[in-house]
Protein backbone atom coordinates (compact mmCIF):
# COMPACT_ATOMS: atom_id res chain seq x y z
CA UNK A 1 0.00 0.00 0.00
CA UNK A 2 3.14 2.31 0.27
CA UNK A 3 3.35 2.27 -3.49
CA UNK A 4 0.18 3.88 -4.37
CA UNK A 5 0.88 6.87 -4.98
CA UNK A 6 -0.44 10.08 -6.42
CA UNK A 7 1.13 13.41 -7.43
CA UNK A 8 3.36 14.97 -5.59
CA UNK A 9 2.20 17.59 -3.15
CA UNK A 10 -1.04 15.36 -2.47
CA UNK A 11 -2.24 15.03 1.07
CA UNK A 12 -2.95 11.13 1.17
CA UNK A 13 0.34 10.03 0.42
CA UNK A 14 2.71 6.76 1.26
CA UNK A 15 4.64 8.83 4.25
CA UNK A 16 0.94 8.57 5.84
CA UNK A 17 1.07 4.80 6.36
CA UNK A 18 4.78 4.69 7.23
CA UNK A 19 4.62 6.88 9.71
CA UNK A 20 1.96 4.93 11.35
CA UNK A 21 3.66 2.22 11.25
CA UNK A 22 6.76 3.53 12.79
CA UNK A 23 4.69 4.78 15.47
CA UNK A 24 3.24 0.92 15.97
CA UNK A 25 6.69 -0.40 15.96
CA UNK A 26 7.12 -1.27 19.39
CA UNK A 27 3.70 -2.19 20.19
CA UNK A 28 3.12 -5.71 20.72
CA UNK A 29 0.72 -7.42 17.49
CA UNK A 30 0.23 -10.57 15.54
CA UNK A 31 0.86 -8.63 12.41
CA UNK A 32 -0.85 -10.00 9.31
CA UNK A 33 0.12 -9.51 5.41
CA UNK A 34 -3.61 -7.92 4.18
CA UNK A 35 -4.63 -10.24 1.65
CA UNK A 36 -6.19 -9.20 -1.81
CA UNK A 37 -10.39 -8.58 -1.61
CA UNK A 38 -12.07 -10.85 -4.08
CA UNK A 39 -14.72 -9.30 -6.29
CA UNK A 40 -17.70 -11.28 -4.65
CA UNK A 41 -17.06 -9.43 -1.26
CA UNK A 42 -16.32 -5.74 -2.96
CA UNK A 43 -19.16 -6.62 -4.93
CA UNK A 44 -21.54 -6.60 -1.77
CA UNK A 45 -20.85 -2.84 -1.73
CA UNK A 46 -19.86 -2.15 -5.31
CA UNK A 47 -21.84 -3.00 -8.71
CA UNK A 48 -19.12 -5.14 -10.85
CA UNK A 49 -19.71 -3.30 -13.39
CA UNK A 50 -18.11 -0.60 -11.71
CA UNK A 51 -15.25 -2.80 -10.37
CA UNK A 52 -14.50 -3.83 -13.86
CA UNK A 53 -14.46 -0.12 -15.43
CA UNK A 54 -11.65 0.36 -13.03
CA UNK A 55 -9.77 -2.19 -15.11
CA UNK A 56 -8.79 0.07 -17.97
CA UNK A 57 -7.78 2.20 -15.78
CA UNK A 58 -5.18 0.72 -13.77
CA UNK A 59 -4.37 -0.55 -17.35
CA UNK A 60 -3.08 3.08 -17.98
CA UNK A 61 -1.31 3.60 -15.29
CA UNK A 62 2.03 1.49 -16.23
CA UNK A 63 2.79 5.01 -18.07
CA UNK A 64 1.08 7.76 -16.12
CA UNK A 65 -0.76 8.32 -13.45
CA UNK A 66 -4.75 8.57 -13.79
CA UNK A 67 -7.42 10.87 -12.16
CA UNK A 68 -10.56 9.15 -10.83
CA UNK A 69 -12.11 12.58 -9.82
CA UNK A 70 -10.52 15.78 -8.78
CA UNK A 71 -8.97 14.44 -5.85
CA UNK A 72 -8.29 11.12 -6.22
CA UNK A 73 -5.31 9.32 -8.39
CA UNK A 74 -4.18 5.79 -9.17
CA UNK A 75 -0.41 4.62 -9.80
CA UNK A 76 1.10 1.97 -11.14
CA UNK A 77 0.90 0.16 -7.53
CA UNK A 78 -2.58 1.35 -7.01
CA UNK A 79 -4.61 -1.97 -8.00
CA UNK A 80 -2.64 -3.96 -5.53
CA UNK A 81 -2.78 -1.01 -2.54
CA UNK A 82 -6.76 -0.65 -3.21
CA UNK A 83 -7.85 -4.79 -3.15
CA UNK A 84 -5.62 -5.07 -0.18
CA UNK A 85 -7.33 -2.08 1.60
CA UNK A 86 -10.13 -3.49 1.04
CA UNK A 87 -8.97 -6.99 1.35
CA UNK A 88 -7.66 -5.98 4.83
CA UNK A 89 -11.03 -5.21 5.91
CA UNK A 90 -12.59 -8.73 5.15
CA UNK A 91 -9.69 -10.39 6.91
CA UNK A 92 -9.63 -8.73 9.95
CA UNK A 93 -13.50 -9.21 10.12
CA UNK A 94 -12.73 -13.09 9.86
CA UNK A 95 -10.17 -12.91 12.29
CA UNK A 96 -12.08 -11.63 15.14
CA UNK A 97 -15.45 -13.33 14.30
CA UNK A 98 -13.19 -16.94 14.10
CA UNK A 99 -11.97 -15.73 17.43
CA UNK A 100 -8.60 -15.74 16.37
CA UNK A 101 -8.15 -12.40 17.48
CA UNK A 102 -10.15 -10.14 19.95
CA UNK A 103 -10.21 -6.90 18.24
CA UNK A 104 -8.07 -5.78 14.69
CA UNK A 105 -6.42 -2.85 13.46
CA UNK A 106 -6.10 -2.26 9.36
CA UNK A 107 -2.93 0.12 8.70
CA UNK A 108 -4.41 0.44 5.25
CA UNK A 109 -4.35 3.39 2.22
CA UNK A 110 -6.12 4.17 0.42
CA UNK A 111 -8.75 5.45 2.52
CA UNK A 112 -12.16 4.45 1.96
CA UNK A 113 -15.30 6.05 3.35
CA UNK A 114 -15.56 8.65 0.75
CA UNK A 115 -16.41 6.15 -1.91
CA UNK A 116 -19.88 5.98 -3.19
CA UNK A 117 -20.83 2.94 -4.61
CA UNK A 118 -20.91 3.66 -8.03
CA UNK A 119 -17.92 6.47 -7.89
CA UNK A 120 -14.83 6.81 -6.40
CA UNK A 121 -14.30 10.50 -4.19
CA UNK A 122 -12.30 12.31 -1.85
CA UNK A 123 -9.16 9.70 -2.28
CA UNK A 124 -11.13 6.64 -1.87
CA UNK A 125 -12.19 3.83 -4.61
CA UNK A 126 -13.42 1.03 -2.66
CA UNK A 127 -15.02 1.22 0.45
CA UNK A 128 -12.97 -0.26 2.74
CA UNK A 129 -15.08 -0.55 6.27
CA UNK A 130 -18.72 -1.33 4.35
CA UNK A 131 -16.93 -4.01 2.71
CA UNK A 132 -16.05 -5.36 5.86
CA UNK A 133 -19.30 -4.46 7.31
CA UNK A 134 -21.70 -6.14 4.59
CA UNK A 135 -19.00 -9.21 4.61
CA UNK A 136 -19.69 -9.80 8.45
CA UNK A 137 -23.76 -9.53 7.84
CA UNK A 138 -23.93 -11.94 5.32
CA UNK A 139 -20.63 -14.35 5.20
CA UNK A 140 -20.76 -14.46 8.99
CA UNK A 141 -24.77 -14.47 9.13
CA UNK A 142 -24.81 -11.77 11.48
CA UNK A 143 -27.85 -8.95 12.20
CA UNK A 144 -26.45 -6.09 13.75
CA UNK A 145 -23.29 -4.73 12.93
CA UNK A 146 -22.28 -0.81 13.46
CA UNK A 147 -19.69 1.05 12.16
CA UNK A 148 -18.47 4.32 13.49
CA UNK A 149 -16.42 7.14 11.80
CA UNK A 150 -14.89 9.47 14.04
CA UNK A 151 -12.42 11.07 10.99
CA UNK A 152 -13.63 14.76 10.73
CA UNK A 153 -15.32 14.32 6.84
CA UNK A 154 -18.30 12.60 7.01
CA UNK A 155 -18.25 9.41 5.58
CA UNK A 156 -21.00 9.75 2.42
CA UNK A 157 -19.53 6.69 0.92
CA UNK A 158 -20.35 4.69 3.99
CA UNK A 159 -24.22 6.27 4.89
CA UNK A 160 -25.02 5.51 1.27
CA UNK A 161 -24.54 1.94 2.17
CA UNK A 162 -26.15 1.96 5.71
CA UNK A 163 -29.35 4.08 4.30
CA UNK A 164 -31.40 0.98 2.87
CA UNK A 165 -29.43 -1.91 4.98
CA UNK A 166 -31.49 -2.01 8.95
CA UNK A 167 -28.86 -4.75 9.67
CA UNK A 168 -26.13 -1.82 9.34
CA UNK A 169 -25.78 1.23 11.78
CA UNK A 170 -24.05 4.14 10.85
CA UNK A 171 -22.88 6.93 13.34
CA UNK A 172 -20.29 9.86 12.41
CA UNK A 173 -18.74 12.38 14.37
CA UNK A 174 -17.50 15.17 12.01
CA UNK A 175 -17.13 19.12 10.91
CA UNK A 176 -19.41 20.83 9.49
CA UNK A 177 -19.33 22.61 7.40
CA UNK A 178 -16.52 20.05 5.14
CA UNK A 179 -16.19 18.56 2.65
CA UNK A 180 -18.01 16.62 1.18
CA UNK A 181 -20.95 18.53 2.46
CA UNK A 182 -22.90 15.51 3.23
CA UNK A 183 -24.14 14.12 7.14
CA UNK A 184 -27.24 16.13 8.27
CA UNK A 185 -28.31 15.66 11.43
CA UNK A 186 -31.74 14.95 10.55
CA UNK A 187 -30.26 11.95 7.86
CA UNK A 188 -31.90 9.00 10.07
CA UNK A 189 -31.72 6.46 7.65
CA UNK A 190 -34.23 3.46 7.82
CA UNK A 191 -35.49 2.63 11.53
CA UNK A 192 -33.18 5.33 12.62
CA UNK A 193 -30.33 3.57 11.74
CA UNK A 194 -27.82 6.66 10.86
CA UNK A 195 -26.64 8.68 13.28
CA UNK A 196 -25.04 12.38 12.35
CA UNK A 197 -23.41 14.47 14.94
CA UNK A 198 -22.18 16.98 12.70
CA UNK A 199 -19.65 20.04 14.46
CA UNK A 200 -18.94 23.38 13.44
CA UNK A 201 -15.12 24.43 12.91
CA UNK A 202 -13.26 24.94 16.18
CA UNK A 203 -15.49 23.15 18.42
CA UNK A 204 -12.87 21.03 20.34
CA UNK A 205 -12.45 18.21 22.70
CA UNK A 206 -15.43 18.91 24.86
CA UNK A 207 -18.41 19.81 22.21
CA UNK A 208 -16.98 16.63 20.46
CA UNK A 209 -16.84 14.42 23.58
CA UNK A 210 -20.43 15.70 24.46
CA UNK A 211 -21.64 14.72 20.57
CA UNK A 212 -20.03 11.21 21.33
CA UNK A 213 -21.53 10.82 25.14
CA UNK A 214 -24.93 12.73 23.92
CA UNK A 215 -25.81 11.43 20.39
CA UNK A 216 -23.49 8.44 19.22
CA UNK A 217 -22.41 5.68 22.17
CA UNK A 218 -26.32 5.81 23.55
CA UNK A 219 -27.50 5.03 20.03
CA UNK A 220 -25.10 2.30 19.28
CA UNK A 221 -25.76 0.98 22.89
CA UNK A 222 -29.60 0.65 22.00
CA UNK A 223 -28.82 -0.92 18.76
CA UNK A 224 -26.06 -3.44 20.59
CA UNK A 225 -24.23 -4.20 17.54
CA UNK A 226 -22.56 -7.93 17.52
CA UNK A 227 -20.00 -6.19 15.73
CA UNK A 228 -18.15 -2.59 15.88
CA UNK A 229 -16.64 -1.51 13.04
CA UNK A 230 -14.44 2.05 13.11
CA UNK A 231 -13.59 4.15 10.87
CA UNK A 232 -10.78 5.44 12.43
CA UNK A 233 -9.68 9.41 10.77
CA UNK A 234 -7.25 11.22 12.74
CA UNK A 235 -7.51 14.84 11.17
CA UNK A 236 -9.91 15.97 13.58
CA UNK A 237 -6.42 16.58 15.53
CA UNK A 238 -6.06 20.21 15.95
CA UNK A 239 -2.78 19.87 13.82
CA UNK A 240 -4.37 18.48 10.71
CA UNK A 241 -3.81 21.05 7.64
CA UNK A 242 -7.65 20.31 5.94
CA UNK A 243 -9.79 20.74 9.27
CA UNK A 244 -10.24 22.63 12.17
CA UNK A 245 -12.10 20.24 14.69
CA UNK A 246 -9.37 20.78 16.95
CA UNK A 247 -9.22 17.57 19.07
CA UNK A 248 -6.31 16.53 20.64
CA UNK A 249 -4.21 13.11 20.88
CA UNK A 250 -5.94 12.19 23.92
CA UNK A 251 -9.52 12.54 22.79
CA UNK A 252 -8.55 9.41 20.67
CA UNK A 253 -7.30 7.13 23.56
CA UNK A 254 -10.87 8.30 24.85
CA UNK A 255 -12.77 7.16 22.24
CA UNK A 256 -10.88 3.91 22.06
CA UNK A 257 -11.75 3.37 25.75
CA UNK A 258 -15.18 3.98 25.79
CA UNK A 259 -15.86 1.71 22.07
CA UNK A 260 -13.71 -1.29 23.49
CA UNK A 261 -16.08 -0.42 26.28
CA UNK A 262 -19.23 -1.08 24.07
CA UNK A 263 -17.88 -3.81 22.26
CA UNK A 264 -17.18 -6.06 25.45
CA UNK A 265 -20.94 -5.08 26.70
CA UNK A 266 -22.12 -6.14 23.26
CA UNK A 267 -20.24 -8.50 21.36
CA UNK A 268 -17.59 -9.86 23.80
CA UNK A 269 -14.91 -7.22 22.76
CA UNK A 270 -15.56 -7.60 18.69
CA UNK A 271 -13.91 -4.61 17.23
CA UNK A 272 -12.41 -3.89 13.89
CA UNK A 273 -10.83 -0.13 12.90
CA UNK A 274 -9.71 0.10 9.91
CA UNK A 275 -7.23 3.50 9.19
CA UNK A 276 -9.12 6.73 7.08
CA UNK A 277 -7.47 9.97 7.49
CA UNK A 278 -5.26 12.14 9.04
CA UNK A 279 -2.45 14.15 7.30
CA UNK A 280 -0.40 15.85 10.13
CA UNK A 281 2.56 13.07 9.59
CA UNK A 282 3.09 13.89 13.47
CA UNK A 283 -0.29 14.16 14.87
CA UNK A 284 -1.37 11.09 12.70
CA UNK A 285 1.01 8.88 14.21
CA UNK A 286 0.84 9.86 17.96
CA UNK A 287 -2.89 9.74 17.63
CA UNK A 288 -3.04 6.81 15.86
CA UNK A 289 -0.58 5.37 18.61
CA UNK A 290 -3.34 6.69 21.38
CA UNK A 291 -6.23 5.28 20.21
CA UNK A 292 -4.40 1.11 19.85
CA UNK A 293 -3.01 1.93 23.07
CA UNK A 294 -6.35 2.56 24.99
CA UNK A 295 -7.92 -0.69 23.02
CA UNK A 296 -5.30 -2.57 24.48
CA UNK A 297 -5.40 -1.33 28.46
CA UNK A 298 -7.15 -3.79 30.30
Given at each position: MLRHEPPPGHAEHPGRLQAVLDALEEVAFDRREAP??????????????????????????????????????????????????????????????????????????????????????????????????LHALEAHGLSRVAVVDFDVHHGNGTQ??????PRLMFASTHQAPLYPGTGARNDTGVDGNVVNAPLPAGAGSSAWRRAMEERVLPALDAFAPELILVSAGFDAHKADPLAQLELETEDFAWVGQRLK??????????????????????????????????????
Open positions: MADRDAIARVHPRNYIDALEPAFAETSGARVRLDPDTYISSGSREAIYRAAGACVGAVDAVMSGEADMAFCAVRPPGHHAEPISPMGFCVFNNVAIGATVAEGEELALRHCKGKLVSTLEGGYDLAALAGSAAAYLAALQRD
